[in-house]
């Protein structure tokens, strides 16, 4: 099977891993990849929570809210993961920490 | 392995995300412990909030080009204010039907793969989800018989281009061998240096062509069937279908199938013979739209055959086959899209005090003047008429057709834009001037329009009911942008340049 993916967009920073496991890249998880799913999650269940404010199903509808925040926020950290990890973000923390 | 999603990361998203939603409306929408809630506005919230996540997934380094990403964009920004017109609507409707909220997000998953699509096998895969949630969407007010029937229409005529469109795609697989996109232009330009001719290629590209002008409710394909059941299938359908569903059919599909063809056409050697097609449904699409739209009484049907017209122009964007042609084309697909959304804001809120007619609009400027002043503002956008963004996007169309020597088409869309003018200041004189007398005696009024505003007497009083905050937030935000774009065009421009310059490389 070809995993190249790189095919159609060449990576404009250092290469550590053209194709890393899913095990790697959540290990990558930087401050900011942590923040961002926090923020989402959180902003997910705030809206999931005020939504049901009005049809009177303020828990049930906070925990959807959080659920799709919880998979955005996951998913969106996951890609800049694995976009420094192959390159195609700035990668300047994980070479260092790959050249030691 | 796992890794080879991530390109496609918005869309695996979104259809996880309608899944939990639609898990959540029909748990607690049958809920006897909290007494069967409405769910319209929260399913709404939480879809709104699911198009704004996918927002983030963008970058343009998973993206295939520019143009893609344009498109995507533009696309997820239309679904998100179709949603948020429907927080309301629907209860003022009497219309508590959460699935259609469910429903808007997955035929934008499909035409986010559509835009995309490489290849006529993909291409194809994402037109039929997407139409299939279609006819279901505008069908979904299960107790109107005129939504029952736009649904019905919608199947029934929505089937016959897929076949063409699918049957167009085997001939070109049988002549060639190929289905991608990027093999096919390697054939087609092998053929265009030899000077090779081939009936099949030529006849399978003329098949797709004819398919997505059907979808894209072109002239004359719209009034071909015509012919035959003597019905007008595009605004028979945007009539019968609920308000927000009508807006969503007006710039969804235009955005994805004008994407996909413009991605066609450049791949598929463009040829005179195409491209002369594409002008004539240009042309009549452009007359048409104008004049079908002058005998109208009614508020919604104008504005579906205002869009099936200013389809028409839009598709002078990618006629033209230039960058400069594609570069109008995403320059009129944004501004088009702003200036729908705006307009069915309106309708959708004047609609929750049983709006219908034209001759309604009588006491607008009398009882809610910031509405009619919005609504004037939209319509003469629509109507192109400077210094508002529709001229801005009419003007570079024309220019685009001038540019590659299609001297006949920019004159007849200025002619048809005169005459839109005619049929777009029907709708705020009338709002200004009320009364089915003064629908007639239009004309006349449209240039005595501020003294009639201020001084005439309306035939039809109507007390229309406050706008919701949400309507007037989205009516703030396109409005804003269709007055002020022409102080400074430059990134529209310059953004849209560079993606259509992605396009072709």
Known sequence: MNTDITASAKPEYPVLD?????????????TLDYLRFVTITGVSVTVGY????????????????????????????????????????????EVARYKK | MFNLFLAVSPEIFIINATSILLIHGVVFSTSKKYDYPPLVSNVGWLGLLSVTIAH???????????????CQILLLLSTAGTISMCFDSSEQERFDAFEFIVLIPLPTRSMLFMISAHDSIAMYLAIEPQSLCFYVIAASKRKSEFSTEAGSKYLILGAFPSGILLFGCSMIYGSTGATHFDQLAKILTGYEITGARSSGIFMGIL????????????????AAISLLTLYMWAPDIYEGS???????LSIAPKISISANISRVSIYGSYGATLQQIFFFCSIASMILGALAAMAQTKVKRPLAHSSIGH???IRTGFSCGTIEGIQALLIGLFIYALMTIDAFAIVSALRQTRVKYIADLGALAKTNPISAITFSITMFSYAGIPPLAGFCSKFYLFFAALGCGAYFLAPVGVVTSVIGCWAA?????????????????????YIRLAKRMFFDTPRTW??????????????AMTSSFITSSFLYPSPLFSVTHQMALSSYL
């Open chain 2, 462 to 475: 109507i007390l229309y009911e406050p706008m919701d905050r949400d309507k007037s937030l989205l009516l």
């Open chain 1, 18 to 30: 053209r194709n890393p496991p899913f095990t790697r890249v959540v290990g990558n998880f930087s």
């Open chain 2, 207 to 222: 098949f797709i062509a004819v398919g997505f002008l059907f979808k894209i409710t072109a002239v004359p394909f719209r």
């Open chain 2, 242 to 248: 609920p308000t927000p569903v009508t807006a969503f």
């Open chain 2, 56 to 70: 983030f997934f963008w970058n343009n380094l998973f993206r295939r080009d520019n143009f893609t990403y344009f």
């Open chain 1, 50 to 93: 005020l939504s049901g404010i009005k049809p009177g199903i303020k828990g049930p509808s906070m925990v959807t809210g959080g659920l799709i925040g919880l998979m955005g926020g996951f998913m969106y950290a996951y890609q800049n993961s694995a976009g420094r990890i192959m390159g195609f973000f700035p990668n300047e923390d």
């Open chain 2, 311 to 313: 389809v028409g122009y």
């Open chain 2, 425 to 445: 200041g029907r709708l705020p004189r009338v709002s200004q001037f009320g009364g089915p007398k003064a629908v007639l005696r239009a004309p006349f009024y």
